[in-house]
């Protein structure tokens, strides 16, 4: 437990194994917000052609929108969030059981990443990772306490999941795709990571989640209201402005195979702040291990648009992005076609 970030973060600088190689720093913190930028999509506008082709464009240009007006009732956000920090504000002995460093249990409180044994440099988070699909084969895993806790967190499991299937509904139907494409298999995992992001001495030698790309179907996550999310684009950091009431939605690397690239899944990273804590719960929504990826057969055409891809397991994909220590770019040339 003493490894947490959060049971140590009052230190006076931060340690040698927090600091980020010079190329891959925060550098400026001060990045533009975009706001305004970011597109923000409406689920409750009427028009399901023009939603369709607001989230095809986001989804193209940023490979990140986050929708408002979702039907996921904001109160259930709020107590999520609000049950999830008082999880990890629970004496050390109440969470203690599910500390573990062993990434085949299914619920772990842990700090950085599975990876922690491995890496050169940690992140400066903490998390907490359970599966949440379905409910009842994962809820007895989850944490008894707060006592909340598995009502209110498996409520909003099930509203996301919901979500998901409209989203991607809409995504596959911009597409092309056959009705269902993303049900059954292909969306049949859900796991939760709750980070916390204790306050950092200097947020400019290190980062609370280093640059990645999510490895899956589609991320669905709420932010609280501190800032700290920010995306590549066009060769600058942009900042994704916290609204705890909106869902911030990404397009995970499976989907921009199974879309032959036309959908951008985008690198982001998390950056960490002076004064205050952090809080973001991710839905990854993923395939089965033995699931296969590759570009939908309604997409490609032989001469007019070939397949960028060849197909893979997912488990071969993630297996790839591990040992090539998260570099995207070399995941995606193995797997070309
Ligand atoms: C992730 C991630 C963002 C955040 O865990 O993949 O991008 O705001 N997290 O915590
Ligand atoms: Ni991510």
Request: hydrophobic share 40%; glycine share 6%; aromatic share 10%.
């Amino acid at each position: 437990m003493e490894k947490l970030v959060s049971n140590w973060y009052k230190v006076g600088s931060v340690p040698e194994n927090y600091i980020f190689p010079q190329e891959t720093r925060p550098g400026n913190l001060h990045v533009p917000m975009i706001g305004e930028g970011i597109p923000v999509i409406d689920l409750s506008e009427a028009d399901r052609s023009l939603t369709i082709q607001k989230i095809l464009k986001a989804s193209q240009d940023f490979g990140f929108f986050q929708v408002i007006n979702h039907g996921v009732p904001e109160r259930l956000m709020e107590e999520t969030m609000r049950v999830l920090k008082e999880f990890f504000e629970l004496a050390d002995g109440a969470k203690q059981h599910l500390y573990s460093e062993d990434f085949k249990s299914d619920c772990v409180l842990f700090t950085s990443c599975m990876n922690y044994g491995n890496e050169k440099v940690h992140q400066w988070r903490d998390f907490l990772k359970h599966s949440c699909h379905p409910l009842h084969k994962w809820q007895h895993f989850w944490p008894e306490n707060p006592p909340r806790y598995r009502e209110i967190v498996g409520a909003c499991s099930a509203e996301v999941k919901k979500l998901t299937g409209r989203i991607l509904g809409l995504i596959g139907e911009g597409l092309g795709l056959k009705n269902g494409y993303f049900d059954d298999d292909l969306t049949e995992r859900v796991i939760l990571s709750a980070h916390q992001y204790p306050p950092c001495p200097d947020p400019s030698l290190t980062l609370g989640t280093r640059v990645h790309v999510d490895a899956n179907i589609i991320t669905i996550l709420i932010q609280d209201h501190v800032y700290g999310l920010q995306i590549f684009k066009d060769d600058t950091w942009l900042g994704v402005p916290p609204n705890p009431h909106a869902f911030v939605v990404n397009i995970g690397a499976f989907l921009q195979v199974i879309s032959n690239d036309k959908l951008k899944s985008v690198k982001h990273r998390v950056v960490t702040n002076t004064n205050k804590f952090r809080a973001s719960a991710g839905f990854f929504v993923t395939a089965l291990d033995d699931s296969i990826i590759k570009p939908a057969e309604a997409i490609i055409d032989d001469k007019l648009n070939p397949a960028v891809y060849k197909p893979f397991t997912a488990k071969d994909f993630i297996s790839h992005y591990f040992k090539s220590d998260g570099d995207v770019g070399a995941t995606y040339n193995h797997f070309k076609a």
